[in-house]
């Protein structure tokens, strides 16, 4: 009895656990940031309530993460059970083992959350009929206009009148005079986030009814597309305030990228999305990743998939 007094005296209770795996991860070189150790600190709280993770067995920690629903969850707290068994040489394999199994359950689930969410947006006709119904109101069509057929960002529209191009463009503008014959607007934009890579933008916009907006908008040269008080350039805050405000079915810039992206994948417009990324100023990796809604396929493997589908298609001719 007194030698099991002595054991269970001489174990390192819950957080001097913690404390000590926080000292073995700055002596292996594992630095973990602020952020990290406060993340770290809250799951352990978490999981301690339920399980040992020092002492415990893997039979016993493998009950506790089987009983979790979310395999998220679950491989976010296997995680951290893992790193504090291997710093103090506990087995681990088996949890290991299960944590590897997960991924296919992850990958499984995100594809549902896909196709889920998919659903929920609206068709490429449905966007272009909204914006047909937003003609005649002027600030709020113009802001749609470029999400929907050029997929530019909010910032981007935060934008100074010119009625003629002036020499230097130091700021992004629209050069645009409404009683001018040649029926055209010409849009410099060189202040957005990915500027400093892809250098300056040149949209030439003929579009009729956006024309036609615009001269319904009436800006003086020199006049900022978005006015705000005696005259200021408004800040990127309010401009998103606006273009959430504008934004048919409040989707915003980034959910009707995604289903510009949609429609030309569907549509096979393989040109199209060269010219999204052009726009949005962004690689073209990174919309075939962040805003293709098919499971993150790339570029080669959805062309490749199309190029399969047309030759059956003659084959079966």
Do not use: C
């Not at 990127?236 to 510009?260: F, Q, W």
């Amino acid at each position: 009895m007194t030698t099991t007094k002595q054991t269970l005296k001489n174990m390192p209770s819950q957080e001097e656990v913690f404390n000590l795996f926080l000292e073995k991860s700055l002596t292996t070189g594992d630095k973990l940031s602020p952020k990290s150790i406060k993340e770290y600190e809250k799951r352990y709280k978490t999981i301690s309530k339920h399980i040992n993770i020092f002492d415990d067995d893997e039979t016993k920690i493998l009950q506790f993460l089987d009983k979790i629903d979310n395999p998220n969850t679950t491989s976010n707290k296997a995680f951290l059970i893992l790193k504090i068994r291997r710093a103090f040489d506990k087995p681990y394999k088996k949890i290991e083992t299960m944590r590897e199994n997960l991924k296919d359950d992850i990958v499984r689930r995100r594809k549902m959350k896909s196709k889920e969410y998919t659903k929920s947006l609206i068709s490429y006709t449905e966007l272009v009929d909204e914006l047909e119904k937003l003609k005649g109101t002027g600030l709020p069509f113009i802001f749609n206009f470029f999400h929907v057929k050029y997929g530019l960002r909010n910032r981007d529209l935060n934008a100074v009148i010119k009625y003629k191009k002036p020499k230097k463009i130091t700021e992004n503008t629209i050069v645009f005079n409404p009683k001018q014959r040649k029926k055209e607007l010409n849009f410099y934009i060189k202040d957005y986030k990915t500027a400093s890579t892809y250098g300056q933008k040149h949209i030439i916009v003929k579009d009729g009814d956006l024309l036609n907006e615009m001269k319904i908008l009436d800006r003086r040269d020199n006049s900022y597309l978005i006015p705000v008080k005696q005259g200021q350039k408004a800040s990127d805050g309010y401009l998103n305030v606006l273009a959430s405000k504008y934004s048919i079915h409040s989707l915003g810039e980034s959910k009707i990228a995604k289903i510009l992206m949609r429609h030309y994948i569907d549509t096979k417009q393989f040109d199209r999305i060269n010219d999204l990324a052009y726009y949005r100023g962004t690689n073209i990796g990174t919309l075939y990743t962040t805003y293709n809604m098919y499971d993150n396929i790339h570029k080669d493997t959805l062309q490749m998939e199309m190029l399969k589908k047309e030759l059956k298609k003659k084959v079966n001719a």
